[in-house]
């Protein structure tokens, strides 16, 4: 397989488990908040030949008797999502502070480069729990969602800061961008024209590196009911129901969410790895 | 000698900057340890105020800020609301129980991870190599959190192994420790080892294909020799970053895993004191574990200094 199919197949594969989540609202066959309470804990239906009363729960139901598979693509929504938008969300200051790190120096370069060591100098998983921590814990649905993807994206910027401010510093003395510069071009418009572009490979790469980080990070707050909470599901609260493990060896379809995360993660594995291979190997 | 102080210098002033910045997010941040009683009808607002003044809240920032640091360096790590303590005697058990299991995962997962990776790396193309990495790519994508339910899962139904916490009661047997240790131990190390076989594998195979092995090689130098004589010091200076790194994140490597499996870490700690607003335990934590961050930095910087005299030169 070449580098180009490789990554066309990770992303119809990516493109596909984004569109059951998309579409949830068309492919899940309950609302996420429908309890059936006649029949807590049951077990996954078959598609044909089903029982009377003729529910069909393809992944079985929790406690409430809610539909698991309904809930895990409305679930799919809020953690994907929040991956999706706090990765746009670092790459875009990372972009804006790394460039103008790189690009304008002095004082500026070391103020964000400083900043940026602060926030390395503590390990991810505590500094998110950390701001979260500082913010206040009873809010909406709505606020925790904004929240998760400002805090996860927002505390994630000085990766790829780091990164881009080393590819512009190495491309502000490029013969055409000194050349652009001879001619009176202005700083803005050789960062748009000239800089910015150069750095694309590395912001993507960068963003299929971060975005299966921040759905983790997602499930991870959610799991510790720091997240999005009932009755919206997302798959760290769902998972949270099934740390009940004792009932779990029943009710094995309550792993369901955390089964959906592993080929959400393989696809952004296998794309970040074939951007990653090198187009021709050096001799 | 001067490149050792001025590094220790750096990480110290990294710590101050840490510290101040979450004293001062800390003071931002809406509500504290008394906002809840404010709710509370029966409580006077003098009532609230007078504890608030009693622990002190009431002082200045700068004032407060240089209470807690000499609390530090007295080794009590600021009060705790919530305990009624000072933080350092809650801290030290958890801190052991946390070491205990990460340090262990951790010099398992290198254990394994370095013959394998190098073993990887020298075995590209082969069906070994393949599988490997098939394997280990999967394992990357299995979230900890689910690697953690399942095993619990299993312990449940097989019933060989307990399920959490660290000792059986009553009991204070090493081998009990370790029983409980193993699930917990196993999953870690599940979790470190695709990314540590990775890396092991990446710079020795990048060694491998310089001109300067295969020239040896050509010399007619013996594998074994070769192998771990001249081609492991050469791939070494990317492992001894992330080895650093492996040590740096001691403390916070496991916070998941020990709130699944009840394990009496820093990790459930930290958690009980976000939901109880108990800052205090939030802050000495924060500070804790990034100063066990900073330090397996400069440990790795400072062993990279000593080992590539490439380093020295510049």
Same mark, same amino acid.
């Given at each position: 397989?070449?580098?180009?199919?490789?990554?066309?197949?990770?992303?119809?594969?990516?493109?596909?488990?984004?569109?059951?989540?998309?579409?949830?609202?068309?492919?899940?066959?309950?609302?996420?908040?429908?309890?059936?309470?006649?029949?807590?804990?049951?077990?996954?239906?078959?598609?044909?030949?089903?029982?009377?009363?003729?529910?069909?729960?393809?992944? /079985?139901?929790?406690?409430?008797?809610?539909?698991?598979?309904?809930?895990?693509?409305?679930?799919?929504?809020?953690?994907?999502?929040?991956?999706?938008?706090?990765?746009?969300?670092?790459?875009?200051?990372?972009?804006?502070?790394?460039?103008?790190?790189?690009?304008?120096? /002095?004082?500026?370069?070391?103020? #964000?480069?400083?900043?940026?060591?602060?926030?390395?100098?503590?390990?991810? #998983?505590?500094?998110?729990?950390?701001?979260?921590?500082?913010?206040?814990?009873?809010?909406?649905?709505?606020?925790?969602?904004?929240?998760?993807?400002?805090?996860?994206?927002?505390?994630?910027?000085?990766?790829?800061?780091?990164?881009?401010?080393?590819?512009?510093?190495?491309?502000?003395?490029?013969?055409?961008?000194?050349?652009?510069?001879?001619?009176?071009?202005?700083?803005?418009?050789?960062?748009?024209?000239?800089?910015?572009?150069?750095?694309?490979?590395?912001?993507?790469?960068?963003?299929?590196?971060?975005?299966?980080?921040?759905?983790?990070?997602?499930?991870?707050?959610?799991?510790? /009911?720091?997240?999005?909470?009932?009755?919206?599901?997302?798959?760290?609260?769902?998972?949270?129901?099934?740390?009940?493990?004792?009932?779990?060896?029943?009710?094995?379809?309550?792993?369901?969410?955390?089964?959906?995360?592993?080929?959400?993660?393989?696809?952004?594995?296998?794309?970040?790895?074939?951007?990653?291979?090198?187009?021709?190997?050096?001799? | 000698?001067?490149?050792?102080?001025?590094?220790?210098?750096?990480?110290?002033?990294?710590?101050?900057?840490?510290?101040?910045?979450?004293?001062?997010?800390?003071?931002?941040?809406?509500?504290?340890?008394?906002?809840?009683?404010?709710?509370?009808?029966?409580?006077?607002?003098?009532?609230?105020?007078?504890?608030?003044?009693? =622990?002190?809240?009431?002082?200045?920032?700068?004032?407060?800020?240089?209470?807690?640091?000499?609390?530090?360096?007295?080794?009590?790590?600021?009060?705790?609301?919530?305990?009624?303590?000072?933080?350092?005697?809650?801290?030290?058990?958890?801190?052991?129980?946390?070491?205990?299991?990460?340090?262990?995962?951790?010099?398992?997962?290198?254990?394994?991870?370095?013959?394998?990776?190098?073993?990887?790396?020298?075995?590209?193309?082969?069906?070994?190599?393949?599988?490997?990495?098939?394997?280990?790519?999967? $394992?990357?994508?299995?979230?900890?959190?689910?690697?953690?339910?399942?095993?619990?899962? $299993?312990?449940?139904?097989?019933?060989?192994?307990?399920?959490?916490?660290?000792?059986?009661?009553?009991?204070?047997?090493?081998?009990?420790?370790?029983?409980?240790?193993?699930?917990?131990?196993?999953?870690?190390?599940?979790?470190?080892?695709?990314?540590?076989?990775?890396?092991?594998?990446?710079?020795?195979?990048?060694?491998?294909?310089?001109?300067?092995?295969?020239?040896?090689?050509?010399?007619?130098?013996?594998?074994?020799?070769?192998?771990?004589?001249?081609?492991?010091?050469?791939?070494?200076?990317?492992?001894?970053?992330?080895?650093?790194?492996?040590?740096?994140? $001691?403390?916070?490597?496991?916070?998941?895993?020990?709130?699944?499996?009840?394990?009496?870490?820093?990790?459930?700690?930290?958690?009980?004191?976000?939901?109880?607003?108990?800052?205090?335990?939030?802050?000495?934590?924060?500070?804790?574990?990034?100063?066990?961050?900073?330090?397996?930095?400069?440990?790795?910087?400072?062993?990279? =200094?000593?080992?590539?005299?490439?380093?020295?030169?510049?």
């Amino acid at each position: 397989m070449t580098r180009r199919t490789k990554i066309a197949a990770a992303l119809v594969f990516l493109g596909i488990l984004h569109g059951f989540v998309i579409f949830a609202g068309f492919l899940a066959p309950y609302p996420y908040a429908e309890q059936h309470r006649e029949f807590p804990y049951s077990p996954p239906t078959p598609l044909f030949g089903a029982r009377a009363p003729g529910f069909v729960f393809l992944l /079985g139901t929790d406690a409430y008797g809610r539909d698991v598979f309904s809930r895990l693509l409305y679930g799919g929504r809020v953690s994907l999502f929040t991956g999706l938008l706090a990765a746009f969300l670092s790459l875009a200051l990372g972009l804006a502070l790394g460039t103008a790190a790189g690009f304008y120096g /002095g004082w500026l370069d070391r103020l #964000l480069m400083r900043g940026g060591e602060l926030v390395m100098a503590l390990p991810w #998983l505590y500094l998110l729990l950390a701001v979260r921590a500082f913010l206040p814990l009873h809010i909406t649905t709505v606020q925790a969602f904004f929240l998760l993807v400002a805090i996860i994206g927002g505390v994630g910027w000085v990766r790829p800061a780091r990164l881009i401010r080393g590819v512009v510093l190495s491309a502000r003395e490029r013969g055409f961008v000194l050349a652009a510069r001879g001619f009176g071009a202005s700083n803005a418009y050789l960062i748009r024209r000239h800089i910015l572009p150069l750095t694309l490979g590395v912001v993507l790469t960068q963003a299929t590196v971060l975005i299966p980080q921040y759905i983790l990070a997602e499930v991870a707050l959610s799991f510790l /009911g720091l997240g999005v909470a009932e009755p919206v599901p997302s798959w760290g609260n769902m998972l949270a129901e099934a740390q009940q493990y004792h009932a779990l060896v029943e009710h094995w379809w309550m792993l369901a969410p955390g089964l959906a995360i592993i080929p959400v993660l393989l696809g952004y594995l296998l794309l970040a790895d074939a951007l990653l291979e090198k187009g021709v190997r050096r001799v | 000698m001067r490149y050792i102080a001025r590094r220790l210098l750096h990480g110290l002033l990294l710590l101050v900057g840490v510290s101040v910045l979450s004293f001062l997010f800390a003071e931002l941040a809406p509500g504290d340890y008394f906002s809840e009683l404010r709710n509370d009808p029966r409580v006077l607002p003098e009532t609230v105020a007078a504890l608030r003044a009693q =622990y002190g809240l009431d002082r200045p920032l700068p004032v407060r800020y240089a209470a807690w640091v000499a609390s530090v360096l007295r080794g009590d790590f600021g009060y705790s609301l919530a305990y009624n303590s000072p933080v350092g005697p809650l801290l030290w058990g958890r801190v052991r129980a946390t070491l205990l299991l990460t340090g262990t995962a951790t010099f398992l997962a290198w254990l394994i991870a370095l013959p394998l990776g190098i073993w990887n790396a020298t075995a590209r193309g082969t069906w070994f190599d393949s599988v490997s990495r098939v394997v280990l790519s999967f $394992l990357l994508a299995v979230p900890d959190l689910l690697l953690a339910i399942v095993f619990l899962m $299993l312990a449940v139904e097989t019933g060989y192994f307990p399920t959490g916490g660290m000792v059986s009661p009553g009991s204070e047997r090493v081998e009990d420790v370790a029983w409980h240790l193993a699930l917990p131990v196993a999953v870690l190390v599940l979790g470190m080892l695709p990314t540590l076989v990775r890396h092991v594998r990446a710079s020795m195979a990048e060694v491998i294909d310089s001109p300067f092995a295969l020239s040896a090689r050509a010399q007619g130098i013996p594998r074994q020799r070769l192998l771990f004589r001249h081609l492991l010091p050469a791939a070494a200076n990317p492992l001894i970053s992330l080895a650093g790194f492996s040590l740096g994140t $001691l403390l916070s490597a496991s916070l998941l895993i020990e709130v699944v499996m009840g394990w009496p870490g820093l990790g459930p700690l930290f958690l009980e004191a976000i939901m109880a607003r108990d800052f205090a335990v939030v802050l000495a934590v924060v500070i804790l574990s990034a100063s066990f961050l900073v330090a397996g930095n400069l440990l790795a910087d400072i062993l990279l =200094y000593r080992m590539d005299p490439r380093i020295r030169m510049k």
